[in-house]
């Protein structure tokens, strides 16, 4: 393996374009975000603009026109990641390094079952406050990514992927226990998206309103359940540091549940309470909050 000096990003959304400005400023165009021919028209005919600057991005859709990536990110949302993964395949050769910044816990998985050859580094994108509305993204918050190990034999891929995040100023944490890391994600979620999503409300009503705030610790708490049955030990104190995490974004901000329900788009609905209630079923715990947000956010995005 050789040091990470292309990148290609799938999925232009307000992950991707807070890690694409990041790498841009060093890589210049060998950072390239990876789309379809119909979002590469629709790219070049309509300007970007993030915290009111222009983005000067390179688009490519033909892999003749480029070149396998050395370190390949998937920053789309779960309802669009088999596409995703149909436009990128010209893009990744057995060397290049593959990160998801997908919720849930489910994405790498699915990523190793179709590049078997690839090294697939499991991550998590937490604590950035963007929002990605009309051409624009705005945050505060940069956030960070925590990666992680499944095994010994990545980690030569694992500290090619460090040596990159330190060479272009990306914040990151190193996770020793990388499952139980994108569980306790998966624990967030499941809290402050579905309760913002479902009651139509920014971070500050989670925030602010005692009964938003009670209903997302209460279906937080119905995971920690969950993940217990799975020697999974999300603890209180986990939950209160997600507590003071939500706290630290901007009350007009939103989650990416909130913002894909204003546009209509389907939701990462089945990512966070529709892999709750089965296993929860299957381990008969009861979860009512996650049933309700489940219900209530369904009914929503039936009803477009």
Known sequence: MKEIKTVGIVGRGAIGVIFGQIIQQSLGNNMVFI?????????????????????????????????????????????????????????????????????????????????KNNTIIRCIAQKMDSV???????????????????????????????????????????????????????MLNCGVNQVCGAYDIPYGGVQNNITMRNMMIETMKEVQQVAKCLGILLTDDEIDNWLKAIDALSSDAMPS????????????????????????????????????????IKEIEDNY
């Open 257 to 296: 549940m909130r913002q894909d329900i204003l546009a209509h788009r389907k939701s990462e609905l089945e990512l966070f309470s529709g892999t709750i209630i089965p296993l929860a079923n299957q381990y008969h715990i009861h979860v009512p909050q996650n049933k309700l947000l489940y219900q209530k």
């Open 132 to 186: 990605y509305q009309n051409n624009e993204v705005n945050y505060s918050c940069t956030g960070e990514l925590v990666v992680g190990m499944d095994n010994k034999n990545q980690k030569e891929a694992f500290d090619i992927l460090i040596d990159f995040f330190d060479k272009v100023h990306i914040s990151y944490v190193i996770s020793s226990d990388i499952i139980h890391d994108q569980w306790s994600k998966l």
């Open 35 to 115: 789309v379809d021919k119909d979002r590469l028209t629709k790219y070049q005919q309509y300007p970007l603009y993030c915290n009111n600057q222009l983005c000067q991005f390179r688009y490519c859709s033909d892999i003749h026109n480029y070149k396998p990536v050395d370190l390949l990110i998937y920053a789309i949302k779960f309802p669009a990641l088999n596409d995703a993964i149909d436009i990128s395949k010209p893009f990744i050769n057995d060397d290049t390094i593959i990160i998801s910044t997908l919720n849930g816990i489910s994405s790498e998985d699915i990523l190793s079952n179709t590049f």
